[in-house]
């Protein structure tokens, strides 16, 4: 373990050394001015993927070569690798010329993250992972290491990025954005920022806008009375000044520079360095690093970052399904690796972490796009999800395999993604042979029953609940059987309340929540009913981003009312839930209140389904709390944040997982729990409010978004007391246990050495989170993120895991090792300063081995060209002439279900897929299952595959289109590829859908009629086909539609597992939306 993180410390360093700024000048005594050459590209704003590739890409490339041919002192920063993938897929002799000027120090590869992404609603987690997976790429491709987050254009910035960035090993950071209605102003031109847990970067926060003409000399009066002011205030007579353009790519403007080469020629005042955007941060000294004067908090923006909080609700939603699915599924994909049963998915987890990553680019995300963009972000984001739930399918499979299922009843494997030991419902899929309405218990692996309860997903599918004890990142083993009817216990429902051991809920007439008592407190939580309103929103301008004071100061324009159909919806042993339906405004509002039995009901739980309509408003979710207080404590993932009432600079602020209003005595608290919704208000010392959707009002531009989230919505929010402050109320863990559901799989029945628990990993201290944990990047054994949540020290925290630790390393944020660590007997014992983020590579004793699967592929009778090589793309003939998949986008294999399958020849002219007509396959003896690599043309197709006798029928989904789509906008006329205002007006909103199957390969384009498909997927499929015991032969079905690309027999896999809980959103839509919503 220490040698191999070590040898990559000496790579990293020979990178470094390599790669190192020129001589640094003396900032306390010249007058030093750091130029960075730029352009912004908004990789989707009001443009799509495909002319971002098509035309801006190009530019970028070509503009910046040109300049670089006739200046050779020449140095272009850029940032974006996700943006560097898009020029090695699309414009690969252009990108091999690239290489040439990085290698040249022409062209910088800046900023190390994946995309320019926003900051205010990705994870904190999901923030080292852009730094991660950006650093490596451009570590890989160009041999360069930057030491900068350089973020031009984001609309406001959180209080935990500067210790995210300063974990991350980074120096420095750099913004322009604060010009545009800083709440704080501009703290100073170049400073320390520090975070939460006290660490900190130095910040450039007055660079000038990146598309400003530079006319004056950069060495005149102004700039001299700048530095010279900087050197009073700062120590340092030193400042950054950005030149470039945007936001559409391209090169710095001529005008621009040509004041820069007249100010570079002229000997002055000023010291003119065209360098690297990090060099301003490596050229500050450490004792000049100490005398900066120092700022702490978040740097948001009045206006321009309330909106953009909560726009594109949908997308939201979706990005935290998919950082929650990540997590889940790397972690299971851990326990998997470690035990031998399932190699880790490396490929598929990069390929969707990456999806999901350019998914957070700062227009993206915050919802300010063209609605087309939304079309391609949706699919990123659900293919995404696709990859990592089979992931976490075969991780949980392979674990599986080691426990023992033997139960009295359907064995069902609960898994908990979590670092701490829990008590939760689980919801799964009603297992076949359990229909009826009889009775139903689970019994754990000590033979100890607990109910199960009888419900209806929200898809009209039978489900069966129960409340499961399963152990930090572990998995646990039930049996589900028919059981006798219990007492009802302590959980009671009724049309106007509903109670559990924990609280009583009472409803008003107008179906709002009107009281919540807490038993264990003895306190009444809520001042007064708890309320959606409606607020007007009609900003001055930008729509989607901004939320102006002039509304916000204004009480609510309605509440949700209207007559209130109310019914108790479960009333089981397990959990009791009791919906509100009502319709305001044209949009419909149904509530459901759910409260849960035992350790599982330390919450109440408010599952919200909204039909949307309204117009220039926001819906907020508004909470009258008893524990008045002047200030209110907000998440960051990484450290808190106290913030006050509404103020014009501040009235709209963000939020990750819960907010807490605690009585100013410290008496009691209420801690209201927010899901994937991240706006917040505070219009009073009693009133906390969440908002959940918003569509405003428009002026003259941007006039497509007075429609934008128009549809269906599904969301979860919380209420929970708690005597003490937030930290005795644990709202961290009860935020990520109402966001972060277990999981639950069937298996078949077997002996396992792992008995019928598991625990992967687990802190001996819930103040302690396992953020992450995941393969190393370089060498071997897995890395850990742990988090201080309680802004306390933690001393000697102790990390055990399911087998021995055998060695361990602290390391960086990205994966570099800072120092050897010391287990004893077995564990890791650590201490933690307040808030402080701590990664550490591990090496893990495994505490038994799971076979891994064995595959042997098979031969197919290929005759047919499926994947072209960029020049014979005029060839091929997957889906009709002249169409086929790119041959550089895949390799010699593909791996999906821990189930290698070997592609045929990729070459010109090769056959490379096969047309189903009634082949018969050959099986080696003892194939228990086959597995094909498959696609259809002409829509998705049912196929019948044939073994023994028995036929197997699955479903072959189509090599082209969207795996799903949320609700969209269809406008009369044609709409431009490039427009700053949809002027059409709207025609209809198409439903909602999701498209089934596994994606086990896909790119980004294809090929048709000798180009590229630009963003137009070509995906294939990984099917399995179960074969009876004997059968010589696979017989495939006689439709030419069915394409195979590969098969492998096995006979041991991961294939017995059965997923019980949905873990991608219900887009299904019915009859009544589309009456609501179609033409």
């Known amino acids: 373990m220490r040698s191999a993180f070590r040898a990559a410390a000496l790579t990293a360093l020979g990178t470094l050394l390599a790669a190192a700024p020129p001589e640094a000048p003396d900032l306390a005594k010249e007058r030093t001015l750091f130029l960075v050459n730029y352009s912004h590209l908004d990789t989707q704003w009001r443009w799509a993927y495909p002319l971002v590739v098509r035309r801006m890409l190009r530019d970028t490339l070509y503009d910046n070569f040109a300049i670089m041919e006739q200046k050779p002192e020449y140095l272009f920063n850029w940032t974006g690798a996700g943006r560097y993938q898009m020029f090695e897929e699309y414009y690969p002799e252009e990108y091999a010329r690239l290489k040439g000027y990085v290698a040249k120090g022409q062209w910088w590869p800046s900023s190390n993250a994946w995309e320019e992404c926003d900051v205010n609603v990705p994870s904190s987690e999901s923030l080292f992972r852009q730094l991660l997976v950006g650093h490596r790429f451009f570590k890989r491709a160009f041999g360069t290491e930057s030491y900068d987050f350089m973020l031009p254009d984001c609309f406001g910035f959180p209080a935990s990025l500067p210790s995210i960035l300063a974990h991350a090993g980074l120096k420095g950071f750099s913004t322009q954005k604060l010009t545009w209605g800083s709440a704080v102003g501009v703290p100073f031109n170049v400073g320390r920022w520090t975070g939460p847990d006290g660490n900190g970067i130095v910040a450039a926060l007055n660079p000038g806008a990146y598309d400003a003409r530079l006319t004056e000399p950069l060495g005149g009066p102004a700039w001299v009375a700048r530095l010279d002011a900087n050197g009073a205030k700062l120590g340092i007579k030193a400042d950054m000044l950005y030149n470039g353009t945007g936001d559409e790519g391209g090169s710095p403007m001529p005008e621009s520079m040509a004041t820069v080469w007249a100010s570079m020629a002229s000997p002055g005042p000023v010291r003119i360095v065209m360098g690297r955007a990090d060099q301003l941060f490596t050229s500050i000294t450490p004792d000049q690093r100490k005398a900066l004067p120092e700022y702490r908090g978040d740097l948001l923006l009045t206006e321009h970052s309330a909106g953009s909080i909560t726009s594109q609700a949908f997308l939201k939603r979706l990005n935290r399904g998919d950082e929650l699915l990540a997590d889940a599924a790397e972690k299971a994909s851990a326990a998997a690796d470690l035990l031998g049963g399932c190699a880790w998915p490396k490929a598929t987890l990069d390929k969707a972490w990456g999806l999901m990553l350019r998914n957070q680019f700062h227009d993206i995300l915050p919802g300010t796009c063209l609605p087309k963009s939304y079309e391609y972000a949706w699919n990123d984001g659900i293919l995404a999800a696709r990859a990592f739930e089979g992931a976490l399918h075969d991780g949980a499979a392979a674990v599986a395999r080691g426990l023992d299922t033997r139960t009295g009843g359907i064995p069902l494997v609960v898994f908990n993604p979590l670092g701490i030991d829990r008590e939760d419902v689980v919801e799964a899929l009603l297992p076949a042979g359990l229909e009826g309405d009889g009775a139903l218990e689970a019994v754990d692996g000590a033979g100890k029953a607990t109910p199960a309860q009888r419900t209806v997903g929200v898809d009209g599918r039978p489900r069966v609940i129960f409340a499961a004890k399963v152990p930090a990142v572990g998995f646990a083993v039930y049996g589900l059987r028919p059981g006798k009817a219990p007492a009802q216990g302590l959980l009671k429902a009724g049309a106007g309340a509903l109670e559990n051991g924990r609280y009583r809920a009472t409803l008003d007439a107008a179906g709002d929540l009107a009281s919540l008592y807490d038993k264990e407190v003895g306190r009444e939580l809520l001042a007064a009913p708890a309320r959606l309103a409606l607020q007007e929103e009609k900003p001055n301008r930008w729509p989607a981003w901004n939320m102006d004071w002039k509304d916000r100061r204004n009480p609510p324009r309605a509440y949700v009312g209207g007559a209130a159909t109310v019914r108790v919806l479960e009333a089981g042993p397990v959990r009791v839930a009791v919906e509100v339906a009502r319709e305001t405004e044209g949009s419909r509002f149904v509530q459901v209140y759910r409260l849960a039995a035992g350790g599982a009901g330390s919450r109440l739980e408010v599952a919200c389904a909204v039909d949307w309509k309204s117009s220039q408003a ?29 103020d014009p600079k501040k009235y709209e602020v963000p939020t990750h997982g819960w907010m807490d209003l605690t009585d100013p005595t410290g008496a009691f608290g209420v801690t209201v729990l927010t899901g994937a919704k991240y706006g917040t208000d505070k219009p009073d010392d009693a009133t906390l409010r969440l908002t959940l959707l918003y569509t405003p009002g428009v002026n003259r531009d941007y006039r497509e978004q007075r429609w934008q989230d128009w549809g269906h919505h599904a969301f979860t929010y919380g209420l929970a007391g708690h005597a003490g402050d937030w930290r005795k109320g644990q709202a961290p863990w009860q935020a990520l246990r109402q966001d972060q559901p277990l999981v639950a799989f069937q298996a078949p029945a077997h002996p396992g050495p792992l008995g ?12 302690v989170a396992i953020q992450a944990i995941k393969r190393a990047e370089d060498g071997e054994g897995f890395v850990v993120r742990l988090q201080e949540l309680e802004g306390r020290p933690a001393k000697h925290l102790v990390l055990q895991g399911a087998g021995a630790i055998q060695g361990a390393d602290e390391l960086d944020g990205l994966e570099r090792p800072l120092r050897a660590l010391a287990p004893a007997k077995g564990a890791l014992a650590l201490d933690f300063t307040p808030y402080q983020v701590r990664t550490v590579g591990l090496r893990l004793k495994a505490p038994a081995q799971v076979p891994a699967p064995a595959g042997t592929p098979l031969a197919l009778p290929y005759g047919l060209q499926a994947f072209t090589t960029n020049d014979d793309r005029a060839s091929g003939a ?22 290698t399958f070997r592609m045929g020849p990729l070459g010109k002219g090769a056959k490379n897929a096969l047309a189903c007509d009634g082949q018969v396959l050959p099986l080696p003896a003892g194939t228990t299952r086959v597995h094909l690599l498959v696609a259809a043309t002409g829509g998705d197709v049912k196929a019948a595959f044939t073994a023994g006798g028995a036929a197997a029928t699955v479903t072959v989904p189509d090599w082209r289109g969207y795996l799903g789509s949320w609700d969209n906008r269809v406008f009369k006329g044609e709409v431009p590829d490039l427009t700053y ?33 630009i963003y137009e997927y070509g995906v294939l499929y990984a099917v399995s086909v179960e074969v009876p015991a004997g059968a010589p032969a696979l017989a495939l079905p006689k439709d030419a539609r069915v394409k195979v690309f590969a098969a492998t027999a096995t006979a041991v896999d991961n294939a017995g597992l059965r997923p019980l809980s949905p873990l991608l959103p219900d887009l299904a839509r019915d009859a009544s939306f589309k009456a609501r919503f179609g033409k």
């Open 981 to 1013: 205002s949809v002027d059409n007006d709207l025609e209809r909103i198409d439903p909602a859908f999701l498209r089934e199957g596994r994606p086990a390969w896909w790119a980004s384009h294809h090929h048709a009629k000798g180009q590229d498909a």
């Open 618 to 646: 926001s819906l907020k979710a508004a909470f009258p709390l008893a524990s008045a207080a002047p200030r209110a404590t907000y998440s960051w993932d990484l450290g808190t944040v106290e913030r006050g009432n509404n």
């Open 756 to 767: 019928k628990r598991l625990s992967l990993l687990a802190t001996s201290s819930p103040q």
């Open 878 to 899: 997957l889906d009709g002439p002249f169409t086929s998949l790119p041959a550089e986008m895949i390799g010699d294999t593909v791996t999906a279900g821990g189930v």
